[in-house]
């Protein structure tokens, strides 16, 4: 076992951030940690880093006792940070040349590692340049790049790819994918269900500081295997509708986003007419029963729709 | 580090600017004042001329504005969302504040030599027995980058910090008789030459220029003695801050 929490509390005041939050990652793993805003995913991370004191449980990693102090840890240990963390004023290789350093490389070490890393995250051609002339994605590949230089044993990424176009994204993710290819143990969080989705082996479901739900994909969607996701379009959506939907006797959740509502009700139950009747008025124009996904789990688990809380 | 801490500082040409080009200009005005209108500096200049006193006094007060550089620099690291990739490393914290101290007192300490320089070449000053003089002036650097480093963790913001320094460099040049002559009286007398740190740097400049060897001891055990303080109060400082 690379990584062991267990039953993690966490406070800051009155606040309780980590509730009995526990977590397990085998070598090799990428685990999705997947959760709204303050459902305690950087709070878990900084705690697995030793960044912040726990109040109860423990934390093992790399097989010792994670206690803040531990610099053994840290040395294997890749943190890319929610916020770009580069100094802009200097080169991209400086910026890679220092973050190295940091961890104890010797200078040969860190020339070579700088051409290899810089393959990885694609900025080859732009290392002499200040980042302060990069794009967004390009900083946010630097950022990841500062972390991958001591080619730590365990990569934690605290939402990659927050701010970045689509095809910086897609990008970033597949060298993340590669990086997994290549036996690194990784844990990716992110609000996009479609990034987890798509890098990660296991998934952990965080919400309100406790871990509600963990697996591979197929175990998660095998959760809610049992109920019927149905996507009703409209021309005029409200949040009216939204509250008469949620009242019917037969609906588990509903989420609405823009002009879609996004309804779980439990497999074999005749729900589809009373769905209609309401929403007859709005001018339906779409209706659609489709397989279950991360993001309907999401949805079952928390009642909550991920991508409203990214919004907001 | 010390070499990627120091590309940094360079990188900073406004503040590079400012700081040498705003106190020769200042130089140059009230060396101006002092040739034209028949006003006297406020300075004890001894038997120095008095632009020579004048460039001792401006390179010691913006090495105050210059204890920035440190404490910016560390402020950048060590509170602000950089503190989570650094701290996140196997790095003692105190290799991280000693490299960025190391190499602003350098930058620092650059600043004033060139400001002696262009002075020497362009108004003729001239500094007897230079090699002391730069150590006080050296010394006087580290004492301000400390100060404000010490401040900066004191008080974990660098508004204050740099509200302070601001402060503390308006006035106390004052009281060294760097902008006007202050009253007479020993009262005056005692402020201007032992007054604050920088009455001491300045005192032991002007002495050793003039060959008063123990006034100039003096000065500098105390400038040595206040810095050792300083390094006392930074350790349980830096301490606090680390994991």
Known sequence: MLLQVDEVIKRFGSTLALDCCSMQVEEGEVIGLLGPNGAGKTTCIRSIIGLIPIDEGSITVFSQKQDGKNREIRRNIGYVTQEITIYEQMSGRDNLAFFASLYGMDKLSIANRIEEVAQIIGLEGRLDDKPKHYSGGMK????????L????????????????????RSFILRFVKQLARDGSTIIYTSHYIEEVEAVASRIYIMDNGHMIAQGTLPELIARIQGDHFIEVEVRIASEEKKLQLQQLPDVKEVALEGNRYRIVVPGGIPVLDKIVLILSEQGLVTINTKQPNLEDVFLTLTGKQLRDEVQS | MIAFQLKRSSRDLVGHTVLILFPLALIFFFDYLYKNINIETGMGTGGQSPITALVIGFALTFQIYGSALSFETLAEDLFSPMQDRIFSSPVEIRFIVLSILTSSTLV??????????????ILGASFPSLPFVLLVLLVSVVFNQLFG???????????????????????????????????????????????????LANTASLAVMEGQIRLFIICLAVLLLLIAVLFFCLQPLVRRISI
């Open chain 1, 149 to 168: 230089m001591h080619s730590p044993r365990l990569i934690i990424m605290d939402e990659p790819t927050v701010g970045i176009d689509p095809q910086s």
């Open chain 2, 149 to 199: 480093t010490v401040l900066l963790l004191l008080t974990g913001g660098v508004k204050t910090a740099n509200m302070v320094t601001t402060i503390y460099g308006s006035i106390v040049p004052m009281t060294v008789g760097l902008y006007f002559p202050l009253p007479k009286g020993e009262f005056f007398r005692l402020l201007r030459m032992y007054g604050s740190p920088m009455s």
């Open chain 1, 140 to 147: 946010r590949r630097l950022n990841i790049g500062c972390a």
């Open chain 2, 108 to 121: 620092s300490f650059l600043q004033t030599a060139i400001l002696l320089v262009f002075s020497s070449i």
